[in-house]
């Protein structure tokens, strides 16, 4: 072979090296993946995902509203509770006709969606519940069930608190996620605070009480807050304990001044406050917003907020300690609990309605357990409220029974 011909077939072989990679890089670009991507022959998982999503949310409203009934009614209790919550996951439409069908705590005695634990329990029995304490890292768990043996690992979390010490206060901060309790997050409930002797608490809503009006529900960009005002909360309950001074034996008496919550909504007809989404940008984000001019910096405050007592009532329902009887032969203070407690402690408790002769409140209710609170464990209590508190402020006050109280007991 002539050292042309050499020459010739090495040439073609390098032509066709670079008509090769020429291709490749020309198909790198259309596609913008990478080196060893293959174009697949059947659509990408998520534009199959949106296919599928289209179809389900194309059902037609009197069908889907017959399946999410069927599914709302089948499922009473929690694990199989959170099939409804799969069903208002699936898309808007879903979600839409979700929130119609599904009822509040007051009306089905069901905890569906994160609002249920802001809203009235029922009115004809306690929504049972245990809480869980953890000494090591100071906080508590509330699960939904009868107690941990019959609930095992199918309990449901309701909420989580972790307790802080400062120099003149205790904090508990109450939250959806057990490991964040930052104020910082959309899991953040609420908190209870308490004096320096233990002996008074507050309880602080994230969200006002009640629906606020005009444009201060208006949520303003991150981008023109500046700088971020700490997040507000609501003073909704307060929490009294008497005083033992002379160190009488018996169980700690306690008062709880629902702020928010009329003493009317025990009477025939009354309602308490029942809000429906969460609540939104009161919470200082919109406090003030940044106008940017010729080198300077404006600041511009928006609507003023309310006043703390426009969102207490003027009458508000007042709990106080059902009197207990003492047992001669156990020589101990004793209270109904109908099985739900077993171990004496002082911790535990009753609250019923505190109710004044002109109030024209029913007997029966007066005389109604609202919330109680017992020792089971050496770390597990039991939790049963009803209507008119809301699963938050229940375990808030269940909370404060934690605190130590040198001065009350």
């Not at 090769?20 to 991507?37: D, I, M, P, T």
């Not at 008074?200 to 009006?213: L, R």
Request: glycine fraction near 6%.
């Amino acid at each position: 072979m002539s050292f042309k011909s050499m020459l010739r077939e090495l040439r073609g072989i390098s032509n066709g090296r670079e008509n090769n990679s020429r291709k490749q890089g020309e198909r790198k670009c259309v596609l913008g993946c990478g080196r060893s991507h293959i174009a697949p022959e059947s659509p990408p998982s998520c534009v199959s995902a949106y296919v599928e999503q289209s179809q389900w949310a194309n059902l037609p409203t009197e069908l889907l509203l017959d399946i999410i009934r069927r599914v709302e009614s089948s499922e009473t209790s929690w694990p199989s509770r959170r099939d409804v919550v799969a069903c208002a996951a699936v898309c808007r439409s879903w979600r839409e006709v979700t929130k119609q069908v599904v009822r509040t705590p007051e009306q089905c005695g069901l905890l569906t969606f994160p609002m249920s634990l802001k809203q009235p329990g029922p009115r004809e029995y306690p929504i049972q519940c245990f809480i869980r304490r953890e000494r090591g890292t100071s906080t508590f768990r509330l699960f939904l069930g009868l107690s941990p043996a019959l609930s095992g690992n199918a309990g449901k979390l309701l909420l989580a608190a972790k307790k802080f010490r400062r120099a003149t206060k205790t904090d508990f901060a109450i939250s959806f996620a057990v490991d964040n309790f930052s104020r910082a997050i959309d899991n953040y409930v609420g908190k209870l605070r308490s004096n320096f002797l233990g002996t008074k608490f507050a309880i602080y809503d994230s969200q006002p009480p009640f629906p606020s009006s005009g444009q201060s529900q208006k949520k303003i960009p991150s981008k023109k807050v500046l700088p971020r005002l700490p997040l507000r909360t609501y003073n909704v309950a307060s929490i009294c304990y008497e005083l033992n001074v002379l160190r009488t034996k018996g169980p700690r008496r306690m008062r709880c001044t629902m702020h928010t919550i009329p003493v009317s909504a025990l009477q025939e007809g009354g309602t308490a406050p029942t809000p429906e989404i969460f609540g939104c940008c009161l919470d200082g984000e919109s406090s003030s917003s940044v106008v940017k001019g010729n080198n300077h910096e404006s600041t511009s405050t928006n609507t003023p907020e309310p006043p703390e007592s426009f969102y207490n009532t003027k009458n508000p329902l007042v709990l106080r300690n059902k009197a207990p009887r003492w047992h001669e032969q156990l020589q101990c203070w004793c209270l109904n609990f109908k099985g739900r407690v077993t171990v004496a402690s002082v911790k535990n408790f009753q609250l019923v309605a505190a109710i004044d002769p002109s109030d024209l409140v029913p007997v029966e209710e007066q005389e109604k357990v609202i919330l109680q609170f017992g020792k089971i464990g050496k770390d597990i209590f039991t939790m049963d409220y009803r209507y008119p508190l809301s699963a938050f402020q229940a375990f808030a006050i269940c909370l404060s029974s934690f605190d130590t109280k040198p001065t009350c007991e």
